[in-house]
């Protein structure tokens, strides 16, 4: 069992290293055009996929291969009274990070966003930030926790906002709600987030919150972030994916239909390309 102590460095350990990723630049990272990509969607806890994920990824004998994590907490209990757990693959991917400091990345997301900022979100009929807690002290089996929690704050805050390839794919948790457009300045992905950005309301908030996408607004952000594509997660996708207006592709990790999508940044794609590179984790073997 990970003990309170052993939790806390390796979130502290993590988060350096967030802040210091040699291909970040303020909130965007910049992988280069001689690498791969692999973006998951939400994985909720889902362990099993991600112990595919590092099968599949092989870090170890790739060095030039980035993975890109996002919305890693707050599962479905299987079963009521039980406890939510996420924190155990939080965990497990913060040491992936220490593991493999170059290669693996987080992007923010609404729920990794509402539990820094305590913002309550109902799910299934559960208090999911109260229930994350409480699994926390039910995983590090204690009941002082204070300071873990300080430590997954701050290592949620370390995260960057979204990924852009050299050859025009931008990658993040979802994107701004077409009404929020007149206030979203795009240009926020090259400085560090600030308080305000992050807090209920802030144009980081409306990006990891967006769900209402339009073609103009693809098209619209497209030209402001200097790309073709965008992938991302956020939306839930019953059969693993959902392609909407040929220019975006929305991935879920998070069940037994789950996928994620490795593009090689060298490489120019069509959106039916991109769809054919979808990988199934239940392929994993």
């Known amino acids: 069992m990970t003990t309170v102590r052993a939790a806390i460095d390796t979130f502290r350990r993590a988060t350096d290293l967030n802040l210091e990723d040699p291909i970040r630049s303020g909130s965007l990272l910049c992988p280069p055009d001689y690498s791969q990509v692999v973006m998951t969607g939400d994985m909720h806890g889902h362990r099993r996929n991600f112990e595919k994920l590092i099968k599949y990824c092989q870090l ?13 907490i707050h599962e479905q209990p299987q079963q009521e009274g039980w406890v939510d ?5 939080l965990l497990d991917a913060a040491k992936w990070k220490t593991f493999f400091p170059d290669q693996v990345h987080f992007l923010q997301s609404n729920h990794e966003l509402a539990q820094l900022q305590n913002h309550e979100i109902t799910k299934g009929g559960r208090m999911v930030t109260d229930d994350f807690e409480r699994g926390v002290a039910e995983v590090l089996d204690s009941n002082d926790i204070d300071e873990v929690l300080i430590a ?12 852009r390839s050299p050859n025009g794919i931008f990658f993040s948790h979802s994107l701004p709600n077409v009404s929020h457009m007149d206030d979203f300045d795009p240009a926020l992905v090259h400085e560090p987030a600030d308080a305000l950005d992050l807090s209920e309301g802030g144009m980081v908030y409306q990006m990891v919150w967006g769900r209402r996408h339009t073609p103009a607004l693809l098209e ?9 594509y965008f992938i991302s997660g956020h939306q839930p996708q019953e059969f693993g994916y959902e392609v909407r207006f040929d220019r975006m592709i929305i991935l879920a990790s998070d069940h037994n239909h789950g996928v994620f999508l490795p593009v090689d940044c060298r490489k120019q794609y069509t959106i039916e390309d991109l769809v054919q590179r ?3 984790f239940a392929g994993v073997i």
């Open 152 to 163: 997954i704050d701050d290592f949620i805050a370390s995260y960057p906002l979204a990924a």
């Open 220 to 228: 619209r952000l497209a030209h402001a972030f200097e790309v073709h």
């Open 60 to 72: 170890e004998c790739t060095p030039t291969r980035h993975v890109l994590l996002h919305e890693l």
């Open 85 to 89: 757990r996420s924190v155990e693959l």
């Open 278 to 280: 979808i990988r199934p």
